[in-house]
């Protein structure tokens, strides 16, 4: 069976955790913050989950995660 190919948008976006999730970043902290509370800001700066759906698509344009 040939090698898959990584999706190479996906290997610069999404890690695995050493359990086998997915981790991401937080959407809407790049610009336009001067509106956004710092408290928000903040929370953006924590690493989230994929989950649902989601994971199972992430991991087939990752065949090589865990």
Known sequence: MPKLKT???AKKRFKF???GKIKRKKAYASHILAKKSQERI???RKQGLVLGKEESLIKKLLPYGR
């Open 42 to 44: 903040r929370r953006f």
């Open 17 to 19: 955790t050493s359990k």
């Open 7 to 9: 999706h190479s948008g």
